[in-house]
């Protein structure tokens, strides 16, 4: 295969689009392809560890009790606008100067409008363009959540060249662009052994105070809790700052797993066979439509608004809940590294397609 130069942008929002580019990143530079990837914050600090990462300004969604605040995230990114001006006049340097042959996005604007702009073939590697170009079952309630969320995906990213989607669930494609594939795993999840333990892994994001009350009366049960502000001072509970590998072996020895509706997170749980209690961030979505597939394939509870009854609810579903993690886990089990291996094969493929001056992918 030709060697391509490769710009490689990455939303650094949460963990999950820094955790795919990791090993789609790793991918392409053993096949010998240049790469320069592109990301902030979380991204950026999980990225540079491995690459040669330009660091650009980002979009920021600021939560609070579990809710997306739209004055506060507009706020916020706006108050960054001067520093954004001046990184994206690097960032168009870069691109002079590196000249990539291809761009990827994983949901990250930037790059993907300069890539437009620029005539570089755009191939998106994300879990948001399954919303976009999959057809799937959502309640009437979320009409508007659902038209607002394709709307802003269609502003962030142009129409791309292909567009590859991880997705736990498979829905008819509606757009020769779209490739579907199962959700890519960190080689760190893969190598890892389920386990049976005596807690539950909970991870919200901050400022979500009405959990305390809830875990609160539940003593005998015990708790792990990763993204709140602190020690909540409950004798079940035990708080702790987010690291990557203790994370990762509360996930692997935990009975079940209460949390938001993160596709990556939901994605690991799945695979090691952990039950699922979602509570989608209010105003999101992408994870209102993760909770409701995972309710829809039996693996996982959706609640709105988590309570005394919901938890209950969820800890009396365990048994049933609990087979059919482990029935689906299993199977993922059986061919580890699949999913990992059916998108990078196809993005090998669509990379074998450009030629010298194309302004376009064939949509294979």
Known sequence: MKVRRIIYGVSGEGSGHSSRALEIGRHLQAQGHHVKMVSY????RNLSEVFDVQEIEGLHIVSEDNRVRLLKTAWHNLRRSRQGWRRLRELRRVFREFQPDVVLTDFEPTTAWLAKLSGTPLISVDNQHRMRY????????????????????????????????????????MSPRLHLFPPILRREVLACEPAPGDHFLV???RHFRRLSDVLAAFPDRRFVVYGSDGDIGLPNVVCK??????????????????????????????????PYLAMPLVGQFEQQLNALFL????????????????????????????AAARKYAAAERQTPSLANHLITAKLDQLLACLQQGTRALPLL
């Open 241 to 274: 700052p987010f690291s990557r590998d203790g994370f990762l072996n509360d996930l692997r020895t935990s009975r079940g797993v209460v949390a938001t509706a993160g596709f990556t997170l939901i994605s690991e749980a799945l695979y090691l066979g952990k």
């Open 134 to 173: 999959m057809a799937y079952r959502a309640p009437f309630s979320l009409w508007r959540s659902r038209l607002v969320a394709v709307s802003v995906i269609r502003m962030m990213i142009p129409p791309p060249d292909a567009a590859l989607a991880t997705t736990f669930y498979q829905g008819k494609v």
């Open 203 to 205: 991870y919200v994001t």
């Open 41 to 44: 914050d979380r991204g950026y």
């Open 295 to 322: 309710e829809d394939m039996g693996l996982g509870v959706r609640v709105t608004d988590v309570t005394v009854a919901e938890l209950q609810y969820f800890f009396d579903a365990l048994p049933e809940l609990s």
